[in-house]
């Protein structure tokens, strides 16, 4: 027994198509150029290049990766519905997943007051130390840190995705390595 078709008009002009199609099914989950500032080759070109990268970096800030990878989802979501075209998608990614963890963070600042910490337990012990002492550094100073040695990303690059200077960059790394010494030593 056949399948039904479906029946659809465009431009007063009515086609006959398989529902199950694969052709049908791919070009209507393409998004058109003008509901969206990337075209969908470009987007999934830049997410098969960035994803992992980019949960590395969330789960970095975060601390979890579950967070992590619904950070870095609701980012691309975020790029590939800017209202402006992107010049740089690769940057603004990173400066969405940032100000995410950094939004993330905020919130979950008034939850840590009324629960108990949890630990994250790993194989090697000084592990788990420098985690958690990466943990308990501020926002900006481990962001730096991430972008620097996780993204090995340069000063500038570094200043250009946070939204701040080059010197606040380098205070915020002086100051992050020196914070880690006294609590690892």
């Not at 086609?15 to 070009?27: G, L, N, Q, T």
């Not at 969206?36 to 980019?54: E, H, K, P, W």
């Not at 963890?101 to 939850?111: A, F, I, K, Q, V």
């Not at 994250?120 to 730096?144: G, N, S």
Request: glycine share 4%.
């Amino acid at each position: 027994m056949d399948e039904p078709k479906s029946e659809e008009t465009h431009n007063g002009a009515s086609f006959d198509h398989d529902p199950k199609d694969p052709a049908v099914v791919e070009e209507s989950m393409t998004v058109s150029p003008d509901a969206s500032s990337m075209t969908s080759v470009d987007f999934n070109l830049i997410y098969g290049r960035q994803r992992s990268a980019m949960v590395r970096l969330a789960r970095f800030l975060t601390g979890s990766l579950e967070v992590a990878e619904e950070l870095v989802q609701e980012a691309f979501v975020k790029l590939q519905f800017a209202p402006t075209v992107v010049q740089d998608p690769e940057y603004y990614l990173r400066t969405i997943v940032a100000n995410l963890s950094r939004g993330h963070l905020r919130r979950m600042r008034l939850e840590r007051a009324f629960r108990p910490e949890v630990r994250i337990v790993l194989a090697a012990p000084e592990i788990d130390e420098t985690w958690a002492a990466l943990c308990r550094l501020p926002f900006r100073q481990r962001a730096v840190l991430a972008l620097r040695y996780y993204d090995d990303l340069s000063e500038a690059e570094i200043a250009r995705v946070l939204g701040c200077r080059i010197g606040t960059v380098k205070s915020s790394h002086h100051r992050a390595v020196a914070a880690l010494r006294r609590e690892l030593s």
